[in-house]
């Protein structure tokens, strides 16, 4: 992929003098099966490239260095996520759903959303679920284990995420099957309405009304996320509204991520051996492995950003209004942050990572996405003594997500 440099043209002269000098471009497309399917060697590219990069292909910015990255997810007065954290512009063209109410805000409406779900996604509120998760962990895992040969996308990646969280949210069994397809619109609508869109939008119909019938109050058990949600609309700090549109973001961000996150914490245990016997053996090294592998296999790989003002980075001149794209894959494998970096190794200091994010959109529900994986890489860790695969894994290509569609495992028990 050539990186050139061209010749900065500027939006009105914004910056004076600076627009004048170069500013390093790629032709190269994000959202391209090629890229998508091993995106690497472009990340580095990228990288090498400068400290952001114009993509002409789609006129747009991009940011692939950890620096760079990290810089734009603090600074959200200049990096703005209220024009949608996606390469479409809110400002220019209607969104394909009503914008999500703390992913796609900006303060004050994200301070007071971001609040609430703080609350009762903290790590002390949550501990409640500890005890069910594990134990639903533990009987998947004593299944797969009598199985001995299992996929390890559809009968672990995603059945236990699929289990276990809209349990803690509170929604009917019925009609789960909703929840992916409606998970791969979301992350697939964050790209450009390339063939990926176009797919997963095939059945947008059914599977929206179904997510939607699920939000309001009257659909959610007592006991649940959901509900503790509505707690907070008797309590004044929301509408009934933004309550259901609070229950469409967990069942928007909660799934897939955590689907795609266990896949590839299982193909990086099958693919290192050595890693998974590390771990087995001392076993408090699970929490770190985890964060090791959303460093080094990113289940979400990009967001965007869009600039309220003109800014320099890096002496390159950004415009007000234009699209960044943030790439926190990359910024997991910048030489210039880490060490070895196409290494995967769970007893690295792998804190750090943007997988996910920085600053005041960081992942509300990191907490949950850690306590699912501690269960099932725990109870794993117990009964198995490694993962062959009996045939190629084959990849789920999304405008978002990296993981697998197939992990066609044998296990060996302890
Ligand atoms: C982090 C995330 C991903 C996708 C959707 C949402 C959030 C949402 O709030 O709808």
């Keep these: 992929m050539p990186a050139k440099r061209g010749s900065g043209q500027q939006g009105a002269g914004v910056v004076g003098v600076q627009a004048v000098l170069s500013r390093p471009v790629s032709t190269a497309d994000p959202f ?45 007065q200049t990096y703005c996520s209220s024009a949608g954290v996606g390469l479409s512009d809110f400002r220019k063209e209607p969104p394909w759903r009503p914008p999500s109410i703390i992913l796609e805000a900006d303060p004050p409406l994200h301070t007071r959303t971001r609040a609430v779900l703080t609350r009762i996604l903290l790590p002390a509120a949550i501990k409640v679920l500890r005890e069910r998760f594990e134990r639903e962990a533990e009987a998947l895992i004593g299944r797969l284990v009598e199985q001995r040969e299992f996929d390890g996308v559809a009968d672990l990646a995603e059945a236990y995420p699929l289990k276990v969280f809209p349990d803690a949210v509170g929604i009917s069994e019925e009609g789960r099957e909703n929840l992916l397809p409606y998970g791969s619109m979301v992350f697939n609508s964050f790209g450009p309405r390339n063939d990926l869109f176009q797919q997963a939008m095939a059945c947008a119909g059914p599977v929206r009304e179904w997510i939607m019938s699920k939000c309001s109050r009257a659909a959610l058990a007592p006991d649940g996320l959901g509900m503790q949600i509505f707690h907070a609309v008797d309590a004044g700090e929301l509408s009934e509204d933004e309550a259901g549109m609070l229950v469409r973001s967990f069942l928007s961000a909660g799934i897939d991520t955590t689907v795609y996150g266990l896949g590839n914490a299982l193909y990086c245990m099958t693919r290192y051996p050595e890693q998974w016997q590390a771990l087995r053996k001392n076993p408090s090294l699970i929490r770190n492995a985890f964060e090791e592998v959303l460093r080094f296999e990113a289940p979400l790989q990009t967001f965007f950003r869009t600039t309220t003002r003109p800014v320099e980075v890096g002496g390159v001149p950004l415009g007000d209004g234009e699209k960044v794209l ?49 269960a099932i890489l725990g109870a794993l860790a117990k009964r198995v003594e490694s993962f062959e695969l009996v045939a190629e894994p084959t990849r789920r290509l999304n405008n978002t997500l990296r993981g697998f569609d197939t992990l066609p495992l044998r296990i060996k028990t302890v």
């Excluded at 943030?326 to 196409?342: G, I, M, Q, V």
């Design 32 to 76: 391209s099966h090629g890229f998508l399917s091993d995106p690497y060697p472009h990340h580095e590219a990228l990288r090498e490239a400068g400290p952001v990069v114009w993509l002409e292909r789609y006129g747009i910015w991009a940011m692939a260095r950890h620096e760079q990255v990290r810089d734009a997810l603090t600074d959200w």
């Design 326 to 374: 943030l790439f926190f894959a990359s910024a997991n494998r910048d030489p210039r942050r880490w060490e070895r970096p196409d290494t995967f190794d769970v007893s690295r200091r792998a804190a750090g990572h943007m997988t996910f994010g920085t600053g005041i959109h960081g992942c509300v529900g990191q907490a949950v996405a850690r306590l699912e994986t501690e």
